[in-house]
C-alpha cells in the first residue's frame, strides 16, 4: 500500500500552487504546509481510530462512544467525532466557513491545539502556529482555496507507517527548499531501511519489550521508520523516544508518536535539557546535525554535570557531543547506528577534542562497523556519509576488532533526482552490506582489522638544529670565552640554557647602512617625545629590538674581547676573537645556534633607579617537532617502534618530550586503488600512430 500513497505527494504540492500565486516565497512554503499537513495526519488518524472503535463496540449511545474514545489518549475533536463533520465538510460552503473552521480547530483537546498553535495570545511556543499562518493566507484571500485543497486528500485508508512514508517524501521536499543544514532531519528511506537491516541483524524475537532512541528525532522519519520496519520482522513489543528542539518538526513527531502504542517525544535541546537522563535503551539511531557550531549552548555543555561528555569536540561541529550522548544511554548490550559526515573519522590531531573522544570509543571497544555510503544519497547534500554501528556487547570473536565496509559504489542511479539525492540503495545493495557485517571477514569492498590499527603516537621530540658539519652550539661552552657566564655548584658544572653576553654594541646592517646599538641600560629620554622611560620603552625599544633578525639583517653582537654573528652559509655563529682592543681576528664556528635579543624595563627598587635593560644571549637553536608512529598496546614493543622509527627517520640530535596517542579512521587509505599506469611499449605505439596519422595529414594537405 506504501507505493498507492504517494500518488498524493503530488496532491500535497498541488496545494503549493495557491502559495506562488499569492507571491510567498518558495522557502517559506515549509512553513505554510506543515500545519495542513499536520492537521490532515491528525484528522485521518482520528476518523481511522473512530471507525475502528465503532466496530468494536457500536454506537449507540454517542455519550459512551466519547468517553471510551477520550479513552484511547490519541486526541479528540468533538467538532468531528461527535458531528462527523470534515474538513471536506466544512469546505462544502465557503459562506460559512470561516465559523465552521474555527469551531473546528477550536475542538480538538487542549494538547493537539497546543501543538497546532491553535490559541494566540500565549507566551509559549506555538509549534505549527495554524491559527497565525490561517490569518496570513485569509488576509491574501486564499484560506478557503487552501483549506479545501488539502481536504480533498483522504490519508484514511492508510496506516501509520505508510503516512510515515508519505510525510518523509514531504519532509524531503521541505529540507530542498527552505536552505536546511544538510542532512539535519531528513533520513532517506533507504538508509532508514539498511540501519533497520543492520539493526535487525542483531536481536532476536521475544516478548521483551525493544526500547528505541532518537535524540535528533526531527520529524520522526528515521526513530518510526526504524520502528515500523523491526515490526514487519519480530513480533516483539517497541517503545519509542524522542526528542528534538526544532518547533514544527517537533510537533510532527508528536503528533504521529499518539498514534502509536508506546512512543514518547519531549521538546527541547537533547544536549541541555536531558529529558531521558535516567534511560537506557535498547537501540538508539541518530542522524544528529553535522557542521552545526554550539556555541550557543557552550556553558551549559562546559558545566555539564552528568558526565555524558569526556571531551569536547571543535566548537564549530556538535557531531560528537550527540554521539557521547548516545552512547550514555545506550544499554550494556545495547546497538546503535549513527549517521556522520567524514569529518568524525578524521578531525582533530592527538590529544584534540575530536581525537580523545574516538580514542575513548575504540578504547571502551563500542566500535562495531564503519560504513562508508555513496555520495549523493541523502536529500540536500552531495557529500560521503558514515553509518558508525556501536555495540556495547559485542561478540567474544569480535572483540578488538572493526570491521570498515566500503559500500560507496554499492548504489544505482536514480531516474530522477530528488533534490540532490542521485543515487539509492536497492535490496541487493543493502543485503551485500548486512552479509558483509555479519559475516564479518575481508572481501573486496571491506576489511577487518584489529582496532589497535587505528591508534598512533604523536610523539614530540626537540630538535637540536645543526650546521654543515653537523655542530651545534655547546651549553656551556668549554671554557669561558668572551663575556661568556659559567655557573659551578660544589660537585660539578651546571648546564646553562644560554650564553650571556656583554656586549658594547650591536652592529646592524640596513638599506641605509650599518646602524649600532651601544646603549645596553638606558635610563634617559627625551621629555619633548616621551612621558616617560617606560613609555620610550614600550613606543621605541622593544619594537625596534623586536624588530632585529640577526639571520636577515647580518647582525653583530661586539664585546670588548669578541665580536659573534650568524654565517648563514655555513649555518653557524662565527665568533670572531678580538674586539676594540685587538686588530688580529681569529674566526672560531661554535656551531649551529641564535643570537637572542631582549628588551626589559625594569621598574626602580630602593638603590636603583628604573632602567632599560638590553640583553644578549646565545642559545642553541631548538626545534619542536611532532612524529607520527605506528602504536602497539603493549608498553615495551611501542617504545621499540618509536626508538626503531627515530632511529631511521630523524638524523638530528633530539630529546623526547610529550607523547600523546591518537586515533583516525581514513577510509581512503585504506580503500586506496592506485590507477594501473600502461607499458612504456603501448604507450610508444600510440605515439607513432599519431606521427603516422600527421605525416598522412600532412600530404593530404599538400595536395
Given at each position: 500500500?506504501?507505493?498507492?500513497?504517494?500518488?498524493?505527494?503530488?496532491?500535497?504540492?498541488?496545494?503549493?500552487?495557491?502559495?506562488?500565486?499569492?507571491?510567498?516565497?518558495?522557502?517559506?512554503?515549509?512553513?505554510?504546509?506543515?500545519?495542513?499537513?499536520?492537521?490532515?495526519?491528525?484528522?485521518?488518524?482520528?476518523?481511522?481510530?473512530?471507525?475502528?472503535?465503532?466496530?468494536?463496540?457500536?454506537?449507540?449511545?454517542?455519550?459512551?462512544?466519547?468517553?471510551?474514545?477520550?479513552?484511547?489518549?490519541?486526541?479528540?475533536?468533538?467538532?468531528?467525532?461527535?458531528?462527523?463533520?470534515?474538513?471536506?465538510d466544512?469546505?462544502?460552503?465557503?459562506?460559512?466557513?470561516?465559523?465552521?473552521?474555527?469551531?473546528?480547530?477550536?475542538?480538538?483537546?487542549?494538547?493537539?491545539?497546543?501543538?497546532?498553535?491553535?490559541?494566540?495570545?500565549?507566551?509559549?511556543?506555538?509549534?505549527?502556529?495554524?491559527?497565525?499562518?490561517?490569518?496570513?493566507?485569509?488576509?491574501?484571500?486564499?484560506?478557503?482555496?487552501?483549506?479545501?485543497?488539502?481536504?480533498?486528500?483522504?490519508?484514511?485508508?492508510?496506516?501509520?507507517?505508510?503516512?510515515?512514508?508519505?510525510?518523509?517524501?514531504?519532509?524531503?521536499?521541505?529540507?530542498?527548499?527552505?536552505?536546511?543544514?544538510?542532512?539535519?532531519?531528513?533520513t532517506?528511506?533507504?538508509?532508514?531501511?539498511?540501519?533497520?537491516?543492520?539493526?535487525?541483524?542483531?536481536?532476536?524475537?521475544?516478548?521483551?519489550f525493544?526500547?528505541?532512541?532518537?535524540?535528533?528525532?526531527?520529524?520522526?522519519?528515521?526513530?518510526?521508520?526504524?520502528?515500523?520496519?523491526?515490526?514487519?520482522?519480530?513480533?516483539?513489543?517497541?517503545?519509542?523516544?524522542?526528542?528534538?528542539?526544532?518547533?514544527?518538526?517537533?510537533?510532527?513527531?508528536?503528533?504521529?508518536?499518539?498514534?502509536?502504542?508506546?512512543?514518547?517525544?519531549?521538546?527541547?535541546?537533547?544536549?541541555?535539557?536531558?529529558?531521558?537522563?535516567?534511560?537506557r535503551?535498547?537501540?538508539?539511531?541518530?542522524?544528529?546535525?553535522?557542521?552545526?557550531?554550539?556555541?550557543?549552548?557552550?556553558?551549559?555543555?562546559?558545566?555539564?554535570?552528568?558526565?555524558?561528555?569526556?571531551?569536547?569536540?571543535?566548537?564549530?561541529?556538535?557531531?560528537?557531543?550527540?554521539?557521547?550522548?548516545?552512547?550514555?544511554?545506550?544499554?550494556?548490550?545495547?546497538?546503535?547506528?549513527?549517521?556522520?559526515?567524514?569529518s568524525?573519522l578524521?578531525?582533530?590531531?592527538?590529544?584534540?577534542?575530536?581525537?580523545?573522544?574516538?580514542?575513548?570509543?575504540?578504547?571502551?571497544?563500542?566500535?562495531?562497523?564503519?560504513?562508508?555510503?555513496?555520495?549523493?544519497?541523502?536529500?540536500?547534500?552531495?557529500?560521503?556519509?558514515?553509518?558508525?554501528?556501536?555495540?556495547?556487547?559485542k561478540?567474544?570473536?569480535r572483540?578488538d576488532?572493526?570491521?570498515?565496509?566500503?559500500?560507496?559504489?554499492?548504489?544505482?542511479?536514480?531516474?530522477?533526482?530528488?533534490?540532490?539525492?542521485?543515487?539509492?540503495?536497492?535490496?541487493?545493495?543493502?543485503?551485500?552490506?548486512?552479509?558483509?557485517?555479519?559475516?564479518?571477514?575481508?572481501n573486496?569492498?571491506?576489511?577487518?582489522?584489529?582496532?589497535?590499527h587505528?591508534?598512533?603516537?604523536?610523539q614530540?621530540?626537540?630538535?637540536t638544529?645543526?650546521?654543515?658539519?653537523?655542530?651545534?652550539?655547546?651549553?656551556?661552552?668549554?671554557?669561558?670565552?668572551?663575556?661568556?657566564?659559567?655557573?659551578?655548584?660544589?660537585?660539578?658544572?651546571?648546564?646553562?640554557?644560554?650564553?650571556?653576553?656583554n656586549?658594547?654594541?650591536?652592529q646592524?646592517?640596513?638599506?641605509?647602512?650599518?646602524?649600532?646599538?651601544?646603549?645596553?641600560?638606558?635610563?634617559?629620554?627625551?621629555?619633548?617625545?616621551?612621558?616617560?622611560?617606560?613609555?620610550?620603552f614600550?613606543?621605541?625599544?622593544?619594537p625596534?629590538?623586536?624588530?632585529?633578525?640577526?639571520?636577515?639583517?647580518?647582525?653583530?653582537?661586539?664585546?670588548?674581547?669578541?665580536?659573534?654573528?650568524y654565517?648563514?652559509?655555513?649555518?653557524?655563529?662565527?665568533?670572531?676573537?678580538?674586539?676594540?682592543?685587538?686588530?688580529?681576528?681569529?674566526?672560531?664556528e661554535?656551531?649551529?645556534?641564535?643570537?637572542?635579543?631582549?628588551?626589559?624595563?625594569?621598574?626602580?627598587?630602593?638603590?636603583?633607579?628604573?632602567?632599560?635593560?638590553i640583553?644578549?644571549?646565545?642559545t642553541?637553536?631548538?626545534?619542536?617537532?611532532?612524529?607520527?608512529?605506528?602504536?602497539?598496546?603493549?608498553?615495551?614493543?611501542?617504545?621499540?617502534?618509536?626508538?626503531?622509527?627515530?632511529?631511521?627517520?630523524?638524523?638530528?640530535?633530539?630529546?623526547?618530550?610529550?607523547?600523546?596517542?591518537?586515533?583516525?579512521?581514513?577510509?581512503?587509505?585504506?580503500?586506496?586503488?592506485?590507477?594501473?599506469?600502461r607499458?612504456?611499449?603501448?604507450?610508444?605505439?600510440?605515439?607513432?600512430?599519431?606521427?603516422?596519422?600527421?605525416?598522412?595529414?600532412e600530404?593530404e594537405?599538400?595536395?
Amino acid at each position: 500500500m506504501s507505493i498507492n500513497i504517494l500518488k498524493y505527494e503530488s496532491d500535497v504540492w498541488r496545494t503549493a500552487d495557491l502559495l506562488i500565486g499569492a507571491g510567498i516565497k518558495q522557502s517559506d512554503f515549509p512553513k505554510y504546509m506543515m500545519p495542513y499537513f499536520a492537521l490532515l495526519m491528525v484528522e485521518s488518524r482520528l476518523i481511522r481510530e473512530a471507525n475502528r472503535l465503532e466496530e468494536e463496540i457500536g454506537k449507540d449511545s454517542i455519550d459512551d462512544f466519547i468517553e471510551m474514545f477520550q479513552l484511547e489518549g490519541l486526541g479528540y475533536n468533538d467538532y468531528l467525532i461527535r458531528t462527523g463533520k470534515t474538513l471536506k465538510d466544512i469546505c462544502k460552503n465557503d459562506k460559512t466557513f470561516d465559523i465552521d473552521f474555527h469551531a473546528y480547530l477550536k475542538s480538538f483537546d487542549s494538547e493537539t491545539k497546543y501543538l497546532l498553535g491553535v490559541d494566540k495570545g500565549t507566551e509559549e511556543e506555538k509549534f505549527l502556529d495554524i491559527s497565525g499562518v490561517s490569518g496570513q493566507l485569509k488576509k491574501k484571500r486564499i484560506l478557503f482555496e487552501t483549506v479545501k485543497a488539502w481536504s480533498e486528500i483522504d490519508l484514511t485508508p492508510f496506516n501509520n507507517s505508510e503516512i510515515t512514508t508519505l510525510e518523509e517524501h514531504i519532509k524531503r521536499k521541505w529540507a530542498d527548499i527552505s536552505a536546511e543544514t544538510a542532512g539535519e532531519q531528513y533520513t532517506p528511506d533507504d538508509i532508514i531501511s539498511l540501519i533497520s537491516e543492520l539493526i535487525a541483524s542483531k536481536i532476536k524475537d521475544n516478548l521483551k519489550f525493544l526500547t528505541l532512541y532518537d535524540p535528533t528525532c526531527g520529524g520522526g522519519n528515521l526513530l518510526f521508520g526504524v520502528e515500523d520496519k523491526i515490526k514487519q520482522k519480530f513480533k516483539r513489543p517497541t517503545k519509542t523516544f524522542g526528542e528534538d528542539w526544532s518547533d514544527s518538526l517537533y510537533a510532527l513527531a508528536k503528533i504521529e508518536s499518539r498514534f502509536r502504542a508506546d512512543s514518547e517525544i519531549k521538546y527541547g535541546n537533547t544536549l541541555t535539557n536531558i529529558s531521558f537522563i535516567e534511560k537506557r535503551f535498547d537501540i538508539v539511531v541518530a542522524n544528529p546535525p553535522y557542521g552545526v557550531d554550539w556555541k550557543g549552548y557552550q556553558k551549559d555543555i562546559q558545566n555539564d554535570t552528568t558526565e555524558r561528555f569526556v571531551a569536547l569536540p571543535s566548537i564549530s561541529d556538535g557531531q560528537l557531543l550527540f554521539t557521547q550522548h548516545i552512547l550514555y544511554h545506550l544499554a550494556n548490550d545495547g546497538l546503535s547506528v549513527v549517521v556522520h559526515n567524514g569529518s568524525t573519522l578524521f578531525s582533530g590531531d592527538a590529544g584534540s577534542g575530536e581525537s580523545t573522544i574516538r580514542k575513548y570509543f575504540f578504547d571502551q571497544d563500542w566500535v562495531e562497523a564503519i560504513i562508508q555510503m555513496p555520495t549523493d544519497e541523502f536529500f540536500n547534500t552531495g557529500i560521503y556519509t558514515y553509518l558508525w554501528v556501536f555495540n556495547k556487547n559485542k561478540p567474544a570473536d569480535r572483540k578488538d576488532k572493526v570491521i570498515l565496509i566500503n559500500a560507496s559504489e554499492l548504489y544505482e542511479p536514480l531516474k530522477k533526482s530528488k533534490g540532490k539525492k542521485r543515487k539509492q540503495m536497492n535490496p541487493d545493495n543493502r543485503a551485500a552490506i548486512v552479509k558483509a557485517f555479519t559475516e564479518f571477514q575481508d572481501n573486496e569492498f571491506c576489511k577487518v582489522f584489529d582496532k589497535w590499527h587505528f591508534y598512533y603516537n604523536r610523539q614530540g621530540v626537540m630538535l637540536t638544529n645543526v650546521d654543515v658539519n653537523g655542530k651545534s652550539l655547546e651549553m656551556p661552552m668549554k671554557e669561558n670565552r668572551a663575556g661568556a657566564t659559567l655557573r659551578e655548584s660544589k660537585a660539578e658544572k651546571v648546564e646553562e640554557k644560554s650564553i650571556k653576553l656583554n656586549p658594547i654594541k650591536i652592529q646592524v646592517q640596513t638599506d641605509n647602512g650599518l646602524v649600532e646599538v651601544e646603549d645596553f641600560e638606558i635610563t634617559d629620554f627625551d621629555k619633548t617625545k616621551y612621558a616617560s622611560l617606560e613609555a620610550r620603552f614600550n613606543e621605541e625599544v622593544k619594537p625596534n629590538i623586536a624588530a632585529l633578525d640577526y639571520k636577515e639583517q647580518h647582525l653583530k653582537v661586539v664585546t670588548n674581547q669578541a665580536t659573534y654573528w650568524y654565517d648563514q652559509d655555513k649555518e653557524t655563529i662565527i665568533e670572531e676573537v678580538g674586539g676594540k682592543q685587538t686588530r688580529s681576528l681569529n674566526a672560531v664556528e661554535l656551531g649551529c645556534g641564535k643570537i637572542v635579543i631582549k628588551a626589559a624595563y625594569k621598574k626602580p627598587t630602593k638603590t636603583k633607579g628604573a632602567c632599560i635593560a638590553i640583553t644578549v644571549e646565545l642559545t642553541k637553536d631548538l626545534q619542536k617537532d611532532y612524529e607520527i608512529i605506528p602504536y602497539s598496546p603493549h608498553e615495551i614493543e611501542n617504545r621499540q617502534w618509536i626508538s626503531d622509527f627515530m632511529a631511521r627517520y630523524v638524523t638530528k640530535p633530539f630529546e623526547y618530550v610529550d607523547n600523546v596517542v591518537g586515533v583516525e579512521i581514513n577510509f581512503n587509505k585504506v580503500f586506496y586503488k592506485p590507477e594501473k599506469l600502461r607499458k612504456v611499449s603501448s604507450i610508444n605505439a600510440d605515439l607513432e600512430a599519431l606521427e603516422m596519422e600527421l605525416a598522412n595529414l600532412e600530404k593530404e594537405l599538400a595536395l
